[in-house]
Antibody, heavy 118, light 108 residues
């Protein structure tokens, strides 16, 4: 059964860094683009970043460009989101998502909470 | 950036009724639109892709329609498990991929 499991979230002070991980299982990881999407408390969904199957191309939203960096390790069936210079506005649940048909999200992790607060 | 506007914000219906949700794009997105369902405390779930194609495992009471700038998601005969928030998302022009702000389908 296909599955995505996020880890690495938690409480961090403003200006701090976190690295989220997403481990995939139950499908051929190298066949898919992978992405991160977040959801602030009580708010809607916001796409953050996507990385192609070989990591040759990466795309990011302007809101996180220069602060967040997506990567993947196909030997570990994992994708990562390095988050630097975090602000209170980055407080959200972060979802790892598998991409189907270029840019639809057909498999989601359960999400992980990142809280930015002093 | 393509902006997606969903309406209404909240839809109050009873089980067995039909739900019609709207998503309007700020520019032509052909049929490159998806719908997601999200229940409280859960991750979103893909319901419809490419405007009218049901995702794997989605019941036939869910249908999508539209092209260009105007799209609808219809849920025929609402079941208790269908009460949730629904988001539309476009992939016609990205980055960025964009979502609508959601429509909550609640029990009347």
């Amino acid at each position: 059964q296909a599955r995505l499991v996020e880890s690495g979230g938690g409480l961090v002070q403003p200006g701090g860094s976190l690295r989220l991980s997403c481990e995939a299982s139950g499908f051929t990881f190298t066949d898919f683009i992978m992405s991160w999407v977040r959801q602030a408390p009580g708010k809607g969904l916001e796409w953050l970043s996507s990385v192609t199957s070989t990591a040759a191309s990466k795309y990011s939203a302007d809101s996180v460009k220069g602060r967040f960096s997506i990567s993947r390790d196909n030997t570990k069936n994992s994708t990562y989101l390095q988050m630097d210079a975090l602000g209170v506005e980055d407080t959200a649940i972060y979802y790892c998502a598998r991409v189907r048909k270029v840019a639809y999200f057909d498999l989601w992790g359960r999400g992980i909470l990142v809280s930015v607060s002093s | 950036e393509i902006v997606l506007t969903q309406s209404p914000a909240t839809l109050s219906l009873s089980p067995g009724e039909r739900a019609t949700l709207s998503c309007r794009a700020s520019q032509n997105i052909n049929s490159f639109l998806a719908w997601y369902q999200q229940k409280p405390g859960q991750a979103p779930r893909l319901v419809i892709h490419d405007a009218s194609n049901r995702a794997t495992g989605i019941p036939a009471r869910f249908s999508g329609n539209g092209s260009g700038t105007d799209f609808t998601l219809t849920i025929n005969s609402l079941e208790p498990e269908d009460f949730a928030v629904y988001y539309c998302q476009q992939r016609r022009s990205w980055p960025p991929l964009t979502f609508g702000r959601g429509t909550k389908v609640e029990i009347k």
